[in-house]
């Protein structure tokens, strides 16, 4: 336990003494999911700060009408439930469960009080719940100020300019694509089509053409198809 423990950034500059004491005590404990397992549910106690060793996270958000939108995804390294265990509400507000076979370190709430009495755990841990935040007002501005053909637009141009050229191969299946956008496949698949017919891209499979004149027009209404 002790060297996965000090294979992780966040817990590697903790004193070893005090580390295998909160082991002793079941402070720190390691739990391996299967995929499709629930990690937590929707409104469930809070209680430890979780790390993920391996495998694939994600978290889900419900909706009355039993459709599931996914909002983030959690990989080797990463941290979930730090927002939630000082907060005033300790209840998860998404589902999480397991996407690929995984290992998750499990960190109560004592554990981490005592654990921010040293400067460089405590640096670290801001440095996290930093980034997860920048994560969460990514998605708000994703979801509330842009419209579909926006955000499909942003992502594709980004995959083009990760991948150096007009022509990207998705990283991710359409599903995944639709979940990361916080749709359904068949708006996803709609969306598509009307690029499709409007010649702004060229879709086959997992491949997309950028036919448009991305860096002389980033407002999407004014996006145009460039001369091949």
Do not use: W
């Amino acid at each position: 336990m002790l060297d996965i423990i000090n294979s992780i950034p966040l817990l590697s500059t903790l004193p070893q003494a005090e580390v295998q004491r909160q082991c002793e005590d079941g402070q720190l404990f390691s739990k391996k999911y299967t995929k499709g397992m629930v990690l937590s549910s929707q409104k469930d106690l809070c209680d430890t700060l979780d790390i993920v060793l391996s495998g694939s996270f994600v978290t889900y958000s419900l909706a009355e009408n039993g459709s599931a939108m996914q909002v983030f995804e959690f990989a080797k390294g990463q941290m979930l439930g730090a927002n939630l265990l000082f907060g005033d509400s300790h209840t998860y507000p998404l589902t999480v469960y397991c996407e690929v076979d995984g290992e998750i370190l499990h960190v109560s709430k004592k554990a981490v009080t005592d654990f921010l009495h040293h400067h460089d755990f405590a640096m670290a841990f801001i440095v996290m719940l930093s980034q997860n935040s920048q994560r969460l007002n990514q998605k708000m501005r994703m979801n509330l100020h842009k419209t579909l053909r926006e955000n499909l637009l942003d992502y594709l141009e980004n995959q083009s300019r990760l991948q150096q050229s007009d022509t990207v191969v998705l990283p991710i299946s359409k599903k995944q694509l639709a979940d990361y956008l916080g749709v359904q496949r068949p708006s996803l698949f709609r969306e598509l089509k009307k690029l499709v017919d409007e010649e702004l891209i060229v879709s086959k499979g997992r491949s997309v053409t950028l036919c448009y004149c991305a860096n002389t027009a980033p407002d999407p209404e004014r996006r145009h198809v460039c001369p091949r």
